[in-house]
């Protein structure tokens, strides 16, 4: 069967995209990467991406007569390159409308935090300022609407005695990188449905798992 092919938005380290990168290198996967795509020339992943051997492609932000005509460029981008699901992987811009509308179902994010908790900048510093016990992170589908799509998977990690924002962040990180490469499987595999009921909020159901899915637990 066909790969799904997907797009990877990145501006800077590139840690996740590597971590998918790094999963779609086994011959079983169910999909690749087609795509990676920075607004930024010096982001990190880029060079990684290109050792790496995947297509990459830089559309800087500035210089556009507006938002719209920079999402256009980025959609045009990976429409060519065959893209059949976005995935934002430290994107540090935000989306018009327009942009959302286009990618409808088919665009996911992954934010450090255990959402709907502690959306936004910083998010790592907000779970500290709680006293939270647990944090994690959340990949989710996207919406016109920050970090507010519904819930397609989550990893969940202590939080510890003197952790600061760079222990728990890397705590973080580690179970990141499980969770987007589950989630990009779970799409090529073509598991993956979004639920639309009047009255309800739109849910996630992955085919094989039990209602409300796996939590991804990194101790
Ligand atoms: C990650 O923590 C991700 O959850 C957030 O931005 C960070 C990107 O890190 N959206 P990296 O570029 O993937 O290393």
């Known amino acids: ?3 799904l092919r997907a797009g990877v938005l990145i501006s800077g380290r590139g840690s996740n995209m590597a971590a ?3 999963a779609c290198r086994a011959p079983d996967f169910p999909a690749e990467i087609g795509l990676v795509l920075s607004n930024r020339a010096d982001a990190a992943g880029v060079s990684i991406a290109q050792d790496a051997g995947v297509p990459t492609q830089v559309i800087p932000h500035s210089g556009w007569p507006s938002r719209e ?8 981008a990976l429409r060519d390159a065959r893209v059949g699901l976005v995935c934002l992987a430290g994107f540090m811009r935000l989306f018009t409308p327009w942009f959302v509308a286009e990618w409808q179902d088919r665009i996911v994010n992954i934010h450090p935090s255990l959402l709907p908790s502690f959306k936004g900048l910083h998010p790592h510093r907000q779970a500290l300022e709680a006293g939270v016990r647990l944090s994690g992170c959340t990949v989710h589908y996207v919406v016109d609407d920050t970090d507010a799509g519904p ?4 990893g969940a990690v202590p939080v510890q005695a003197g952790d600061d924002v760079e222990s728990l962040s890397a705590r973080v990180l ?3 990188h499980q969770v987007y490469p589950l989630v990009l499987r779970w799409f090529g595999e073509g598991r993956v ?3 639309r009921q009047p009255g309800v909020p739109d849910a996630v159901e992955v085919a094989g798992l039990p209602p409300g899915g796996t939590v991804l637990w990194r101790g």
């Open 151 to 154: 819930i397609i998977a989550q």
């Open 1 to 3: 069967m066909a790969k």
């Open 69 to 76: 005509h920079f999402d256009r460029a980025m959609s045009a």
């Open 174 to 176: 580690a179970v990141e």
């Open 20 to 22: 998918l990168i790094e």
């Open 193 to 195: 449905r979004l639920v």
